[in-house]
């Protein structure tokens, strides 16, 4: 969180002029068995540092946080929409269906990039093949050979 705090993807996400107020908080641990104190550190950022940082993880590949931010939008769009026709749902069944989403969307988010890695896979088999045999996978057909 702190490298994406320093970052330009920050900026770039809210926008140049954008300003908020980040608060580090320090709280003194209650002393533990062997009589010593020690403190811990947490940073306390508004949601909307937070939601860009979770679709900035996202986008880059962090399967957890696409799988939450997802979950998180639906859940957003659907208490809009809920408000909108009139729905109403306990907390308690907003919880239980965000919950079940958030597993639905981890089994097919798992699914699709394993498709992708199993792809990967192949494509890399069939290039290493390839170069055992001497052949350049990526060489442009037709075009000469650089000399070693």
Known sequence: MSDFLRSNALK??????????????????????????????????????????????????????????????????????????GVTRTETERNELLSQRVQQLERDIREAFWVDDEARIERDYYELLLRENGIDPWRIPGAEEEPS
């Open 12 to 85: 770039s996400l809210l926008g140049e002029g954008y300003t908020s107020t980040i608060f580090e908080r320090e709280e003194i641990e209650i002393e533990s068995e062997l009589g010593s104190r020690g403190q811990s550190r947490f940073l306390s950022v508004p949601p909307e540092i937070a939601s860009a940082y979770w679709l900035w993880q996202a986008h880059r590949g962090n399967k957890a946080a696409l799988t939450m931010s997802m979950g998180l939008i639906t859940e957003s769009l659907e208490r809009r929409f809920d408000e909108a026709f």
